[in-house]
């Protein structure tokens, strides 16, 4: 199958919106609902951005990484990756870092497949979150200037 | 204890950079080795930077927080933490996030306490790195333009 790997355009939006919703989705997180769509021609996007390591310096943060499911299998989502690579590469990272769920294995094998080390389990790295009411609570204390 | 948060200047890179040394060696990471200071007044620091979720907007992420051992449990790093979030707060960030070691125990409940999620427990979230030959391999495989 022929694909192409390009960089977003403003025109892209509305697919790329699409494809968010449709990840959120496969994610199995709720509250995300209604999809419809037809003729599109992008069927896959990455979104990436990124972060600074005070031990290595600059990395590379893959924060989605989506392929329909109906273009699965035929290197679409392998393209996307590698170009994210050779982006950071680019721009002198030394890291491509990205999180996935645990029980996606498919996605898991996908990128232990590449050579990723997956470092909660070497290392044993927690992510944590404060959102909402924790946030701001944590706000309102800071010290005063 | 009296302490002040402030922003960092040019002037406390050296400090900050001792710091760095000393967190890496408190997170047991080797090849971090020689540490000598004397006369500081910087006795601990925050570094932050802006991420980005497709599904809820900007988030800001804490890479590090230290504070030298001897001035513990003033105070100190509970204020970093909340400098951190207020500035995120007002760069409508809608998340305070980090990662924290299994191990680091102290820490896991220094955050939790504040109300943090661990969403490696609650969610599954796994983090992978490529990096080295891996990523290298990757980039180079990367479709042509």
Redesign the interface.
């Known amino acids: 199958m022929d694909f ?3 960089a977003a355009t403003k025109e892209d939006c509305k697919d790329v919106s699409r494809m ?1 919703m449709e ?2 989705v496969y994610e199995k ?1 709720p509250d995300q609902v209604k999809i419809s769509h037809e003729g599109f021609t992008v069927v896959g996007y990455a ?1 990436y ?1 990124y ?5 290595k310096g600059r990395s590379v ?1 893959l ?2 990484l989506y392929v329909m499911p109906e273009f699965r299998g035929n290197g679409i989502g ?2 996307l ?3 994210v ?2 982006v ?2 680019k721009k002198q990272c ?10 996606n294995t498919p996605t ?1 094998d996908f ?1 232990a497949a ?8 070497s ?9 909402g ?11 005063k ?1």
Do not use: C
């Open positions: 192409k790997i390009r968010i990840l959120a997180m979104l951005f972060t600074y390591s005070t031990w943060y924060e989605d392998k393209g990756l590698s170009k690579a050779e950071g590469k030394v890291r491509l870092q990205l999180s996935v769920l645990n029980w898991r990128y590449k050579g990723a080390q997956d470092l909660t389990v290392e044993g790295w927690h992510f944590i979150r404060f959102d009411q924790n946030l701001d609570n944590l706000a309102n204390e800071a010290p200037d």
